[in-house]
């Protein structure tokens, strides 16, 4: 038995479109242990929501997994029928969704719809046991009032609400790995740091493993162990959360935090924000999908892949100037033992 809950090995997920074959995500690769949070960031369009529904396998047509394997506990995700995937939704896997406003049905009541993801999983509880564990798990996200509550509808229940709701809705199985796939975007500031206290807390009671797909590095900081920086359908960098924010190694990493505004600059200094326009997918570069934007572009990124090479202890990154240090590291200690 592997001790990582979930193991993403060399993942291609492509969208094949009247235009051409778009590679949303291209050999990508990760994992995840029991009782983590991985956050995968990167800016709109980098592939992080892509590769979260293909774990639950919820990608729709014309999206289709062209190549890797996904392995859960062991077992290969990619291999399961509908039936093996819905028993694996809900009880082993939850997810939330981006936008809390339109993932909920407007025309039933918010413990309907709970007791629904309930029922779907275990046939055998009775409905009034289902009431029960609906208003319960609307208390451990916080929500007042959870038996009066439970009888309201998705219209009655601000944001910040919906948005607990829906945590309510992913964890009522008890899954062990939950996505969280942007939960803050649509949410005011003070919500948003309400939810993650709220996930920091209950990933803290429960155990599970987490992975929080998200743009924003202020969020990464607050809630993740580990982080891959993820950019055009590739992983430019990959480490704890230390190793990130306090000595990144990729360019494109370096230019995120850069371009991150630091309440504790007495200077203000100008915010730097990175150059040029994402990659066309439809037409990707042959080198590092990086290269056109990268202010450390030489002639073989813009013709070759990099690597992903080790900067340090479970800290990778794939650039060229890792190659470039490495050979002039190599040349200066054999001229000294010369």
Request: glycine residues 8%; negative net charge; charged residues 25%.
């Given at each position: 038995?592997?001790?990582?809950?979930?193991?993403?090995?060399?993942?291609?997920?492509?969208?094949?479109?009247?235009a051409g074959?778009v590679?949303?995500?291209?050999?990508?690769s990760?994992?995840?242990?029991?009782?983590e949070?991985m956050?995968?960031?990167?800016?709109?369009?980098?592939?992080?929501?892509v590769?979260a529904?293909?774990i639950?396998?919820l990608?729709?047509?014309p999206?289709?997994?062209v190549?890797?394997?996904?392995?859960f506990?062991?077992?290969?995700?990619?291999s399961?029928?509908?039936?093996?995937?819905?028993?694996?939704?809900?009880?082993?896997a939850?997810?939330?969704?981006?936008?809390?406003?339109?993932?909920l049905?407007?025309?039933y009541t918010?413990?309907?719809?709970?007791?629904?993801?309930?029922?779907?999983h275990d046939?055998?509880?009775?409905?009034?046991?289902?009431?029960k564990?609906?208003i319960?798990?609307?208390?451990?996200?916080g929500?007042?009032?959870?038996?009066?509550?439970?009888?309201?509808?998705?219209?009655e229940?601000?944001?910040?609400?919906?948005?607990?709701?829906m945590?309510?809705?992913?964890?009522?199985?008890?899954?062990?790995?939950?996505?969280a796939?942007e939960?803050?975007?649509?949410?005011?500031?003070?919500?948003?740091?309400?939810?993650?206290?709220?996930?920091?807390?209950?990933q803290?009671?429960?155990?599970?493993?987490?992975?929080f797909?998200?743009?924003n590095?202020g969020?990464?900081?607050?809630?993740?162990?580990?982080?891959?920086v993820?950019?055009?359908?590739?992983?430019m960098?990959?480490?704890?959360v230390?190793d990130?924010?306090?000595?990144?190694?990729?360019?494109?990493?370096?230019?995120l935090?850069?371009?991150?505004?630091?309440?504790?600059?007495?200077?203000?200094?100008?915010l730097?924000?990175?150059?040029?326009?994402?990659?066309?997918?439809l037409?990707?570069?042959k080198?590092?999908?990086?290269?056109?934007?990268?202010?450390?572009?030489m002639?073989?990124?813009?013709?070759?892949?990099?690597?992903l090479?080790?900067?340090g202890e479970g800290?990778?990154?794939?650039?060229?100037l890792?190659?470039?240090?490495?050979?002039?590291?190599?040349?200066a200690?054999k001229?000294?033992?010369?």
């Amino acid at each position: 038995m592997s001790e990582n809950l979930l193991e993403v090995k060399d993942l291609k997920v492509s969208f094949f479109t009247p235009a051409g074959e778009v590679k949303a995500v291209d050999g990508i690769s990760y994992s995840i242990k029991e009782n983590e949070v991985m956050g995968i960031v990167g800016e709109s369009g980098s592939g992080k929501s892509v590769e979260a529904y293909s774990i639950m396998g919820l990608l729709q047509q014309p999206g289709k997994v062209v190549g890797g394997s996904i392995t859960f506990d062991g077992e290969d995700v990619l291999s399961y029928n509908k039936e093996q995937y819905r028993e694996f939704r809900g009880q082993k896997a939850g997810m939330i969704f981006q936008n809390p406003m339109t993932c909920l049905n407007p025309v039933y009541t918010i413990g309907d719809q709970l007791m629904e993801a309930l029922r779907c999983h275990d046939k055998s509880i009775s409905k009034q046991e289902a009431k029960k564990r609906a208003i319960e798990m609307l208390e451990l996200v916080g929500i007042n009032n959870a038996d009066k509550r439970v009888d309201q509808y998705p219209h009655e229940f601000s944001g910040g609400m919906r948005q607990r709701a829906m945590i309510a809705m992913a964890m009522i199985c008890h899954p062990r790995l939950l996505i969280a796939d942007e939960p803050t975007t649509a949410l005011d500031v003070t919500i948003q740091a309400q939810i993650l206290e709220l996930m920091k807390d209950l990933q803290k009671k429960t155990g599970m493993a987490i992975i929080f797909i998200t743009h924003n590095l202020g969020v990464v900081a607050e809630i993740c162990d580990r982080v891959s920086v993820m950019y055009a359908g590739h992983i430019m960098e990959q480490g704890n959360v230390n190793d990130i924010f306090y000595s990144p190694a990729h360019p494109y990493t370096k230019g995120l935090l850069r371009s991150m505004p630091n309440l504790g600059d007495e200077e203000r200094t100008r915010l730097i924000p990175i150059e040029g326009t994402p990659v066309d997918l439809l037409d990707p570069p042959k080198g590092c999908s990086f290269g056109p934007r990268c202010e450390h572009c030489m002639k073989v990124c813009l013709t070759k892949k990099p690597p992903l090479m080790e900067v340090g202890e479970g800290h990778i990154s794939a650039c060229w100037l890792h190659v470039k240090e490495m050979q002039e590291q190599q040349k200066a200690a054999k001229e000294e033992k010369a």
